[in-house]
């Protein structure tokens, strides 16, 4: 079926050209495009697999480009902590999750009542530990003691435990950052969106119960 679409794609596109009374030229640069797209899906592709839209639904709502935008929206960028947050992200992407969890401690060491650092170091302890470990967890707790108000810790909080694989923690985490972001805001949207994707999981019967309870 996945290259029957792509004959019609292709067909499609000729004749859309030829519509438009498009110059050989263009008709040349268009066919390689077409033909180097033909190419990847070759090499890559794989049209015998069923559909995922549960993982694909569980995968957008724990996108980590997307989570360090929703991040700055949520704690802002004009600040000190924002400088570790990004060096932290810098290592963390190279793989050393254990320098990532040292970035924000060394930024803890200078902002010692910073939110957004309590919460980055629950998430850098979480990537580092590959569960919401005790040290994950105090980290978050902390942050949502100094700003039991403010949605961040709660949606990062909530984030940790998608990526443990308890969606139906995740998602109580979620509702709450929800219900404390003000109507307006540009973040708000975003979180409604990612605990839409997780509802969307949940419905299909993904993730599994909480092992423990936690806290609302």
Same mark, same amino acid.
């Given at each position: ?124 302890? *979480? ?6 470990? =005790? /040290? %994950? #967890?105090?980290?978050?707790? !902390? $942050?949502?003691? +100094?700003? @039991? ?10 984030? *940790? ?6 969606? =139906? /923690? %995740? #998602?109580?985490?979620?509702? !709450? $950052?929800?219900? +404390?972001? @003000? ?19 949940? /419905? ?6 909480? $092992? ?5």
């Amino acid at each position: 079926m996945g290259w029957l679409w792509l004959a019609l794609l292709g067909a499609g596109a000729m004749a859309g050209m030829a519509a438009l009374g498009l110059s050989r030229r263009l008709w040349s640069f268009a066919g390689s495009a077409l033909m180097l797209g033909a190419a990847g899906y070759a090499l890559q592709g794989r049209p015998d697999l069923p559909g995922r839209a549960a993982q694909s639904a569980r995968a957008a709502a724990a996108d980590d480009a997307g989570m360090v935008a929703l991040r700055d929206r949520l704690f802002g960028t004009y600040s000190q902590d924002h400088a570790y947050a990004v060096a932290a992200d810098a290592v963390g992407r190279s793989g050393d999750a254990r320098a990532a969890v040292r970035a924000y401690l060394g930024g803890l060491n200078r902002l010692p009542n910073s939110v957004a650092m309590w919460t980055g170091l629950g998430g850098a302890y *979480a990537a580092h530990d590959r569960s919401l470990s =005790p /040290a %994950a #967890r105090l980290a978050f707790d !902390r $942050a949502i003691r +100094l700003a @039991p108000e403010h949605p961040g810790p709660a949606f990062f909080l909530g984030l *940790a435990y998608v990526r443990g694989d308890d969606l =139906p /923690a %995740a #998602r109580r985490w979620w509702a !709450r $950052a929800l219900a +404390l972001s @003000p109507a307006g805001t540009d973040y708000r949207r975003e979180i409604a969106v990612r605990l839409l994707l997780l509802d969307r999981v949940l /419905a299909e019967g993904g993730g599994r119960m909480a $092992a423990d309870q936690v806290d609302r």
